[in-house]
């Protein structure tokens, strides 16, 4: 089984955050949600709008464990805590290494920049978030969904489910987006 890890911080965009947790899920891949407070134990995050998630652990429960895709959650605050958590930076860092796939959606592309995987990529990110950093050889763009090498980015919430059944093709095959996108009943 495929296995995603999905930091929570406050502040996090709710609707990216579920939408890519419910299509994973639904695709049978194992999704670990991991709040940013320090301690093993799992506690409330309150997200940008108000609403109250309580993740399935704590990210110091997991930090060493290994997962085939980190997704990141837009939203703001919760971008810049995962930019500014020393721990996500790690994380990061680690799997990338290992070429794991590594993605991010609306603000929280800049945490993959501050990690340095945006060098030399293409990516894209909500308006305004990540075209004027100082990110060498970096190409922006504004499709819904960009995938370079193992980066994986997209623009915000109305692009949420186009980016959850992109992670679900990379991890699972075309086969299984596809009977996840028609029980969706889209068109």
Known sequence: MRTVLMPLAEGFEELEAVTVID??????????????????????????????????????AVLGDDFDM?????????????????????????HAAAGAYTAAICAAPV????????????ATSYPGCIEKLAIADFRHSTEAVVVDG???????????????????????????RDQVETGLVRA
């Open 111 to 122: 945490a993959l920049a501050q990690a340095g995987l945006l060098a030399g990529k293409r």
């Open 23 to 60: 299509l994973l899920r639904r695709a049978g891949v194992e999704v670990v949600t991991a709040g940013l407070q320090p301690g093993r134990q799992a506690l409330p995050v309150t997200a940008s709008r108000g609403v109250v998630m309580v993740p399935d652990t704590a990210l110091d």
């Open 70 to 94: 980190i997704v990141l959650p837009g939203g703001l605050p919760g971008a810049h805590h995962l930019r500014d958590d020393e721990r996500v930076q790690a994380i990061l860092k680690r």
């Open 150 to 176: 193992k980066i994986v980015t997209s623009r915000g919430p109305g692009t949420a489910m186009d980016f959850a059944l992109t992670l679900i093709e990379l991890l699972c095959g075309r086969a299984q």
